[in-house]
């Protein structure tokens, strides 16, 4: 009887030990049903060295600096070998494809360009130089609407109507402040330091927000619209092409891109199960 007892107590003890539900014993990390090894990415965002003009928010002359002069031309230096600690085995620039990079390359090492202010020069190729690697990628892309202008011209043209970054959203003057001072702090900035700024997490996601205030509110949809074939396109696009570079995960690679594009390839990046997003303040 003793013993009876002695069992029936430990079954009910083991009854009443809380069991896993369903759906705990369900839920796995998703990480676990792909590779744990990816390929590492390094994007710099940066501004562009010769200001072309073409970004919406122009920077004024009393603001814009010389790499070529110092002390710049030494923080370039510094920028490059900070960059170079990465060992990227591939470079990917801001460039298309008639563009000719690698054939500019080959003249880059024979010393050619050593004069141009371009980041493509400074930082792509001269990276390349110094690590002896004989290709430079370009892989930028064209967005969707100029496809839609070869098709209909006429709808295209009335589809941007308006789209002209002078919204009067309160959040397109906060952007427009914000970026101002961006420009203003360069020259009294050192340029390693102001590219960590530039590509801390932070204002990536406030750079990609920019673009979704301003103009993107035109109408009912229609910014929305805009932004979707214009600059989220040409991300995407931009993103394909570096697929297509791709060989292994054994690669390293480094993309050099203005900082506009710099965001959302951040969040494609972190998206991706085929790419680890390296943090530019972490080598």
């Not at 603001?63 to 070529?68: A, E, F, G, S």
């Not at 043209?157 to 914000?178: A, C, H, I, K, T």
């Not at 092409?241 to 995960?249: A, D, G, M, P, V």
Request: proline content about 3%; overall charge negative; charged content about 30%.
């Amino acid at each position: 009887m003793k013993y009876f007892l002695v069992f029936i107590l430990t079954g009910l003890l083991f009854s009443c030990t809380e069991k896993p539900s369903k759906e705990e014993i369900r839920f796995k990390p998703i990480s676990q049903f792909f590779p744990k090894e990816k390929t590492n990415v390094l994007v710099v965002g940066t501004f562009h060295f010769d200001y072309p003009g073409l970004d919406a928010i122009k920077t004024t002359e009393e603001d814009k600096i010389d790499v070529l002069k110092e002390p710049k031309k030494s923080e370039v230096t510094e920028l490059v070998n900070y960059i170079k600690k990465f060992k990227p085995t591939k470079i990917a620039i801001e460039a298309f494809d008639n563009w000719k990079a690698t054939e500019k390359l080959r003249k880059y090492k024979k010393g050619a360009f050593r004069d141009e202010r371009d980041e493509r020069y400074q930082l792509g190729m001269r990276i390349a130089s110094e690590l002896q690697l004989d290709t430079l990628y370009s892989i930028d892309a064209g967005s969707m609407d100029e496809d839609l202008e070869r098709l209909d011209s006429t709808y295209t043209q009335q589809l941007f109507r308006g789209f002209d970054f002078q919204s009067d959203d309160p959040y397109n003057e906060m952007v427009s402040n914000w970026m101002k001072a961006d420009e203003k702090m360069v020259s009294g900035t050192n340029l390693l330091a102001y590219l960590k700024y530039m590509n801390s997490k932070e204002s990536h996601q406030y750079g990609y927000g920019a673009y979704l205030v301003g103009d993107f509110k035109l109408d009912h949809q229609r910014g929305a619209d805009i932004l979707s074939i214009w600059w989220y396109n040409r991300n995407l696009r931009i993103f394909r092409n570096l697929q297509k570079i791709t060989e292994s995960k054994k690669d390293r690679i480094l993309l050099i891109f203005g900082n506009g594009h710099a965001a959302i390839l951040r969040q494609l990046l972190e998206a991706s199960p085929e790419y680890e997003f390296v943090e530019f303040d972490s080598l």
